[in-house]
Structure formats: C-alpha cells, structure tokens
C-alpha cells in the first residue's frame, strides 16, 4: 500500500470517528436540554451550552467574513473543544459538574493550542488535527442550529411569533453557513 493511500485512509478514519462521537456528544447534550426552564438546577449549562454552540456558529461567521480566518479556527476550535471536554469527562465521571468543567477547559485549550499548531506547520499529523476541528467544529455548528430551531418551533407554537422567527431566522442562517463554508 503507498504512503498517499495510508495517508487517505487514516484521514478518513480521523473523519469518521470525529463526525461520530461529536455528532453522539452533541445529540445527547441538545437532546438532554430540551424542556429545561430557568427554574432548573442545570440551567446554567444550558445557557454555557448555547453559548458554546453560538461561539462556534461566529468562529464558522468569522471563517466566512473575516478578514484573519484564523481567528475564526480558533474559536470554532476552544467552544467544541470545550463541549466535547465536558461532555467526554463528564459521561467518564459519571456526570461530575466539576470534572465536566474541568475537562472542558483543559480540552477547550488543547483544541486551542492543537489549532494554533496545526496552523503553522503543514504536516500530516497538522492536516489531522484541523480536520477533526473542522469536523467537530461543522457538527457543532449544526448542532446550533437544531437547537435554535427547536426553539423556534417551541416559539412560535406558543405564539410568540416575533421571537420564533428571529430563531429561524439565526437557524436558517447557521444552516446557511455550515452548506457554504469551505472548511466545513
């Protein structure tokens, strides 16, 4: 077997587990969350949630938009690095707020860092670790846009319809970005 097709191959596998366990992290969290109200014990991770997930939806704008991309890859990279930490130590320590916090800033910072790396040196490994944050960086972008869209139908079904159209709309938009972006 060559080296281009061991290289191809182990790309796709880094794809594929990336894509799986962040689409399991994010569904579990997105799900877990849905029908929570401020009265809630765990309403403070629902709102670190939404931003996280909101962090990465800009970094993906950023991406887009701005004028130093990389500044985009590196909020995409720290908010589902963050997710993902907290969720992972968290399932592993049986759902410990402490240690789930814990693991998401070490993991937030080592996506930081990896992402920083990878930026500089254009090697195999580098290619690796910025497709695994660009996949779980286009799974969570998604993920923003299920829950903001679960709300948007929550909204409108309620009757508030001003608020349940701008959520389309910032759905909609998410969606918008995640088809268009090239490093999604």
């Not at 996280?52 to 991309?69: D, E, I, P, Y």
């Not at 500089?120 to 286009?138: D, E, F, M, P, Q």
């Not at 959520?167 to 972006?181: D, K, R």
């Amino acid at each position: 077997m060559s080296q281009e097709r061991k290289k191809l191959f182990l790309m796709i596998a880094v794809a594929i587990a990336m894509t799986l366990w962040s689409l399991f992290s994010f569904s579990y969290l997105i799900f877990g969350i849905l029908g929570k109200t401020s009265e809630d014990k765990a309403w403070s991770y629902v709102l670190v949630l939404y931003v996280c997930l909101a962090v990465a939806a800009s970094g993906v704008t950023w991406q887009k938009f701005g004028k130093q991309r990389v500044i985009g890859s590196y909020l995409t990279a720290t908010a589902t690095g963050a997710i993902l930490g907290f969720f992972s130590v968290g399932w592993v320590t049986n759902e410990s707020p402490l240690w789930a916090s814990v693991g998401a800033i070490i993991v937030g910072l080592g996506s930081l860092i990896s992402c920083h790396q990878a930026q500089r040196k254009l090697k195999i490994w580098h290619y690796l670790v910025l497709l695994a944050i660009n996949t779980g960086s286009t799974v969570a972008v998604y993920g923003f846009a299920l829950l903001v869209g679960t709300n948007a139908i929550a909204l409108l079904t309620g009757g508030h319809l001003l608020a349940g159209i701008c959520w389309m709309l910032v759905s909609v938009y998410s969606l918008w970005l995640t088809i268009t972006n090239p490093s999604c």
